[in-house]
């Protein structure tokens, strides 16, 4: 019963973001707002919603290790699985001002969280912890981000205002039905995922760290995965990059940052590697996507090695 609620769950979490997704897009594009912003901000939040979902509800439970294990794993599989499949499927286009501001963002939330959680040799702490005080720090750094994109948006706005714009054939009233209840599903699905997740990895003996990092992680990204791989097929290539940018960048700054202030968030120890390698990774991704400012397919079966090998050492290190 407990692997039915769990398929059950992630069910939820992806069809609910397909839903979201789609209406969120819609209106967007009503609105008449750059693909690049689109895939930052409806397009990336609606499919981080899964991981704001489960992370959230683990910090009300009191389980950090899934809520941070979530995150840092989420943005693992995004910038190497899903970018590397993504890329494989259609060589990704990346614009300079990608390479110069937002991957550098991206960058900059993964080194902040390595910073916050080192309580113990930066600051002689006992235990290395998120507070609420370094939650509501990630907010605002969140809140910068979105003033930013506020700004592209207002600039790029004249120049789609001289285009014409696609037609949106579905009512402004199915789009918020699909929107609204595509977020009811995440929210739901999420519950479902924590709850038995948590209990079937208790059951197989292993820790809760390894399944935010694997079960949870995987599951919950799946909505980037199905969004960038469809954005690239119809050669959506901005929509596709700012998905996975823009998730790794909401997941930390607003859902962990959002996590820690609803409860404080004890670290383990082994996430330490694994924040590494998540920078490790974001940096990767700058110098790929300067080499002719695009990511290549060889590129992306490069990616996808690297979390194959990363999968691999993770499960023999539990």
């Known amino acids: 019963m407990t692997y039915l609620l769990l398929l059950i769950g992630f069910a939820l979490l992806i069809k609910g973001a397909d839903y979201f997704v789609e209406g969120a897009s819609k209106i967007a594009t009503a609105l008449k707002v750059s693909p690049m912003i689109?895939?930052?901000?409806?397009?990336?939040?609606?499919?981080?919603a899964p991981e704001a979902s489960v992370s959230f509800i683990s910090a009300l439970e009191g389980n950090s290790d899934v809520a941070i294990g979530n995150v840092v794993g989420s943005n693992i599989l995004n910038t190497t699985l899903i970018l590397g499949i993504t890329a494989i499927v259609f060589p990704l286009a990346v614009k300079?001002?990608?390479?110069?501001?937002?991957?550098?963002?991206?960058?900059l939330g993964a080194t902040a969280l390595l910073l916050l959680i080192s309580d113990v040799k930066l600051q002689y702490s006992e235990i290395?912890?998120?507070?609420?005080?370094?939650?509501?720090?990630l907010l605002l750094f969140f809140a910068v981000f979105l003033y930013?994109?506020?700004?592209?948006?207002?600039?790029n706005r004249d120049n789609l205002d001289n285009t014409p714009s696609e037609t949106v054939n579905t009512s402004w009233i199915k789009n918020l039905i699909f929107t609204v209840g595509g977020l009811a599903g995440i929210v739901f699905g999420g519950n479902l995922v924590v709850e038995n997740s948590i209990d079937i990895a208790l059951s197989l003996g292993m820790s809760e760290t390894l399944v935010g990092l694997t079960i949870v992680a995987i599951g919950t990204s799946l909505p980037e995965l199905v969004t960038s791989v469809t954005a690239a097929l119809k050669k959506q290539t901005e929509i596709a990059l700012g998905n996975i940018i823009g998730s790794n960048i909401f997941n930390i700054f607003f859902i962990l940052g959002a996590s820690a202030t609803i409860h404080p968030l004890a670290v383990d120890s082994k996430i330490?590697?694994?924040?590494?390698?998540?920078?490790?990774?974001?940096?990767?991704?700058?110098?790929?996507?300067?080499?002719?400012?695009?990511?290549?397919?060889?590129?992306?079966?490069?990616?996808?090695?690297?979390?194959?090998?990363?999968?691999?050492?993770i499960i023999f290190r539990n």
């Open 96 to 107: 300079s001002e990608t390479v110069r501001k937002e991957i550098p963002f991206a960058l």
């Open 272 to 313: 330490f590697l694994d924040i590494w390698l998540m920078i490790a990774a974001t940096i990767l991704l700058i110098i790929i996507s300067r080499t002719d400012y695009k990511i290549s397919k060889i590129e992306g079966a490069i990616l996808v090695l690297i979390y194959i090998a990363y999968l691999i050492f």
């Open 38 to 48: 689109i895939g930052l901000t409806i397009v990336a939040f609606g499919t981080s």
């Open 128 to 137: 290395n912890m998120v507070t609420r005080t370094e939650g509501l720090l």
């Open 148 to 155: 930013y994109l506020f700004e592209i948006a207002k600039n």
